[in-house]
């Protein structure tokens, strides 16, 4: 079942900009987790972002919180061709003894050279 | 380098002939789970093994099983495939509880 929604659904910016996408989710939550996938390729864990925090960096991504807007947003700063991917967030629900993530949509982001 | 590996990468069937799909994992990790994923859309669990307890979502197909004969390895058998069931086919494993899933590079399935 997914209940993340996930927009834009498609972005496409230029090199150097800043890529914004932004996640919303129904169920309380124990973590959020972003994820990439590059096309035809498996997915590949980006950051995970624990229900008591409110903003996590990794690198060139920036990744908050608010739990009280249900939602969570990932924002890739100075963008590159090599960041066009799809990016997933997923929750991991707090219901019991629940192992599985409930994953978004997903944005198709596009970085033109 | 410890990973999760998924055979065969690209996998051709004919329209109810049986198929299995392979993964296996060098992290010794408790939580495997099988994904299908079709184009544009997110993975769509179908099932997950904790140890050896097997874990099957409600809307899974009866046409697809899977088996766990140890903690490295965990199979994914298609006992009669259709059409509707070309997609990839995403491997991953956790420790469980509410850690990072890491994924293997999928195995495309196209039905004939």
Redesign the interface.
Known sequence: S?QGEEDPQALSIQEGENATMNCSYKTSI??L?W?RQNS??????LI?I?SNEREKHSGRLRVTLDTSKKSSSLLITASRAADTASY?C?T?NNAGNN???I????T?LAVNP | DAM?I?NPRYQVTQFGKPVTLSCSQTLNHN?MYWYQQKS????K?LF?Y?DKDF?NEADTPDNFQSRRPNTSFCFLDIRSPGLGDAA?Y?C?T?R???D???????T?LTVL
């Open positions: 997914q124990n973590n987790q994820y035809g390729r498996g997915l590949v864990h995970l624990r997933f997923a991991e192992r599985k993530l994953w978004g949509l997903g198709s | 999760v998924q939580v544009s859309q997110a993975p669990l997950h904790y874990n990839m995403l991953a956790s469980g509880g509410t990072t899933q890491y994924f293997g590079p999928g495309r």
